[in-house]
Antibody, heavy 124, light 107 residues
Framework: QVHLVESGGGVVQPGRSLRLSCAAS????????MNWVRQAPGKGLEWVAV????????YYADSVKGRFTISRDNSNNTLYLQMNSLRAEDTATYYC?????????????????WGQGTLVTVSS | DIQMTQSPSSLSAPVGDRVTITCRPS??????LNWYQQKPGKAPKLLIY???SLYRGVPSRFIGSGSGTDFTLTINSLQPEDFATYYC?????????FGPGTKVDLK
């Protein structure tokens, strides 16, 4: 059974940094792309970043590009999100989500498993 | 970036009703379109992938259809556990954008 557990959230001042972790179990972590998706309080879902299975490719939303860094440790089945220069608008629950490729003959990228989320509050 | 719109933004319906939610990407996404359900305080769950394929374990009353720039999620015979917010999401190109959501609540 797929299990994703985020940690590292908390209250942080604007301009400071925070690192989120996502511990994965129940599947072959090194075979899957992984994503971070966030949700501001009372708002919708916003995709933040993706990292490919081998860790060699990654993409970011424009809203976090240059400030956030996604990485992974396949030997320890852990996904990370380093968040620098945090802003009030980064306040959100951050979810890690596995990228499942589903469908035949064309595989579609999906977020097929999610963690429970970790809340990041940026406030002075 | 591909912008996603959903309508309605919210709806009220009784148990047993059929409800339909529409999702329109700003450009064609072929069938690279997924639907998620989210209940308050919980993570989203995948319902439909590739526009019309039911994810494992999802009841057959959930039906997805469409292609290009016009998609629908239909819930036949709404059940108490279906009251939630529904999001569409395109995976045609990064950034993988979500729709703003449709909240379905009890009438």
């Amino acid at each position: 059974q797929v299990h994703l557990v985020e940690s590292g959230g908390g209250v942080v001042q604007p301009g400071r940094s925070l690192r989120l972790s996502c511990a994965a179990s129940g599947f072959i972590f090194s075979s899957y792309g992984m994503n971070w998706v966030r949700q501001a309080p009372g708002k919708g879902l916003e995709w933040v970043a993706v990292i490919w299975a081998d860790g060699d490719n990654y993409y970011y939303a424009d809203s976090v590009k240059g400030r956030f860094t996604i990485s992974r440790d396949n030997s320890n089945n852990t996904l990370y999100l380093q968040m620098n220069s945090l802003r009030a608008e980064d306040t959100a629950t951050y979810y890690c989500a596995r990228e499942g490729k589903l469908g035949i003959p064309v595989a579609v990228d999906t977020f097929d498993s999610w963690g429970q989320g970790t809340l990041v509050t940026v406030s002075s | 970036d591909i912008q996603m719109t959903q309508s309605p933004s919210s709806l009220s319906a009784p148990v047993g009703d059929r409800v339909t939610i529409t999702c329109r990407p700003s450009q064609s996404v072929a069938t690279y379109l997924n639907w998620y359900q989210q209940k308050p305080g919980k993570a989203p769950k995948l319902l439909i992938y590739a526009a019309s394929s039911l994810y494992r374990g999802v009841p057959s009353r959930f039906i997805g259809s469409g292609s290009g720039t016009d998609f629908t999620l239909t819930i036949n015979s709404l059940q108490p556990e279906d009251f939630a917010t529904y999001y569409c999401q395109q995976s045609f190109s990064t950034p993988f954008t979500f729709g703003p959501g449709t909240k379905v609540d009890l009438k």
